[in-house]
C-alpha cells in the first residue's frame, strides 16, 4: 500500500509562510504526477500545484507567484512553499499522487489556517 504522509501545517499571520512537506513510501519516480490539493468544507477538493516525474510544475492561478512545489528524490518527499499567505489559503492540504497506471492515492491531510 503506498502511502503519502502530510506535515508542516499550522496557523500563521496573513503575509506569512508555511512549507508542507509530503514523504511518500515509494520513490516518486514511481508517479506521473505528484500534487498539492486543498479543501474547505462545503467545498470541492481542488488542486493547487503539480510536479510531474520529469520536473514540469504547474499551479492554479491564485497561488502563482506565492507557492512553489519542489521535491527531494532522495527523501522521497514533495514540498509545498507558501508565501504572502491569505486568508482564502485556509483549509486542509492534502498530497496526491498518480502512478503511470493511473491509479490515485491520497495523503490524509494537514490543517493550514491563516488569521490575525
Not at 509545498?80 to 483549509?91: F, G, H, I, R
Request: charged fraction near 20%; glycine fraction near 10%; hydrophobic fraction near 30%.
Amino acid at each position: 500500500q503506498v502511502q503519502l504522509v502530510e506535515s508542516g501545517g499550522g496557523l500563521v499571520q496573513p503575509g506569512g509562510s508555511l512549507r508542507l512537506s509530503c514523504a511518500a513510501s515509494r520513490s516518486i519516480f514511481s508517479f506521473y504526477v505528484m500534487s498539492w490539493y486543498r479543501q474547505t468544507p462545503g467545498k470541492q477538493r481542488e488542486v493547487v500545484a503539480t510536479i510531474t516525474n520529469s520536473g514540469r510544475t504547474d499551479y492554479t492561478d491564485s497561488v502563482k507567484g506565492r507557492f512553489t512545489i519542489s521535491r527531494d528524490t532522495e527523501k522521497n518527499t514533495v514540498y509545498l512553499q507558501m508565501n504572502s499567505l491569505k486568508p482564502e489559503d485556509t483549509a486542509v492540504y492534502y498530497c496526491h499522487s498518480r502512478n503511470f497506471g493511473g491509479s490515485d492515492y491520497w495523503g490524509q491531510g494537514t490543517q493550514v489556517t491563516v488569521s490575525s
